[in-house]
């Protein structure tokens, strides 16, 4: 039986209640996280508690948490539950008013649940074992705040969707301009002539810390070209090696967009290197 945490108490899954006037129900207002954690130790936890607090900041949402008081937070979820592959999921909303009003309420207490869910082992530098996605491409139809990490999730979901009713693991996204965003669940990279390139930060993707430390890490740790820049279709679909990025996946290789392969049709000597140097810095930042 899992153990959450729900407004200030730990308990048994099944007793965790909101009710349904809780802003997050109603409006999707709210700000999450998933971090993942193996073996009790975490990937990127200050990063991901930053990008809790500044999303926080942009909803105006109000929370007296600590990154000290969530670290203690997420450790006793942490040993309630075993400790293994866990993704560690952190979910705040305005909070439970007494009637549906679309102005922010005052004096709401924000709800503050945390519950955390197995997750694959932590991936691996190897070839043979690494998974091989595939995805398809479409305009990205969601709003214009992507950069907040909102409960909100419907157009992610509604694009994640055109792909699974294909089978397929990802929809990757383009602008009205034609330029790469981010996909559904994940960010991307490409890799050209040896040079690593993915889309800049703005208002269009999500800042992900996944994306945040491989860039850390291969300008720290390789010799490699780094480049944050605009992003063609064509650059895509005539790419080296395509990547996606999320805190559970890691860098995960796509093999084919639209149907047509990418390099080889395997995961390329880049994406081995990158996950090589990610594995073994990890935990470092
Ligand atoms: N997804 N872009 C979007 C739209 C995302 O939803 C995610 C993460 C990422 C990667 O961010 P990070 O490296 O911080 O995990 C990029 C999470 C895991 C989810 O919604 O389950």
Not at 7 to 15: K, R, S, V, Y
Not at 47 to 58: D, M, S, V, Y
Request: one cysteine or more.
């Amino acid at each position: 039986m899992s153990v959450v945490y729900l407004n200030g108490q730990f308990m048994p899954a099944e007793d965790a209640k909101i009710s349904p006037m809780d802003r997050g129900f109603l409006f999707g207002d709210g700000i999450y996280e998933v971090i993942p954690s193996y073996g009790g130790r975490c990937v990127g936890f200050a990063a991901h508690i930053q990008r809790l607090q500044q999303g926080l900041a942009a909803l105006e949402i109000h929370c007296a948490l600590t990154e000290q008081d969530w670290y203690e937070l997420v450790q006793q979820l942490i040993r309630q539950n075993g400790a293994g592959n866990l993704g560690i999921y952190l979910h705040l909303s305005r909070g439970t008013d007494t009637k549906r009003a679309h102005a922010y309420p005052k004096n709401v207490p924000a709800t503050v649940f945390a519950y955390c869910f197995e997750i694959a082992a932590e991936p691996k530098a190897d070839v043979n074992k690494a998974p091989r996605y595939k995805v398809i491409t479409a305009t990205d139809l969601r709003w214009q705040r992507c950069h907040i990490k909102s409960t909100a999730l419907l157009g992610n979901v509604m694009h994640h969707q055109q792909a699974a009713a294909l089978g397929l693991n990802e929809c990757i996204l383009f602008d009205e301009q034609g330029f790469l965003t981010e996909g559904s669940s994940t960010n991307v990279f490409i890799v050209k002539e040896a040079v690593v390139i993915t889309p800049p930060l703005s208002h269009k993707i999500l800042p992900g810390i996944t994306r945040q430390l491989l860039l850390s890490i291969l300008r720290q740790h390789s010799p490699l070209k780094v480049e944050e820049r605009p992003v063609s279709k064509d650059e895509v679909l005539g790419a080296d090696e395509v990547w996606l990025t999320s805190s559970s996946k890691e860098i995960a290789a796509v093999i084919e967009v639209d149907g047509q392969a990418i390099g080889n049709s395997e995961p390329g000597p880049l994406w081995l290197q990158a996950q090589q140097l990610f594995s073994e810095h990890k935990y470092s930042y």
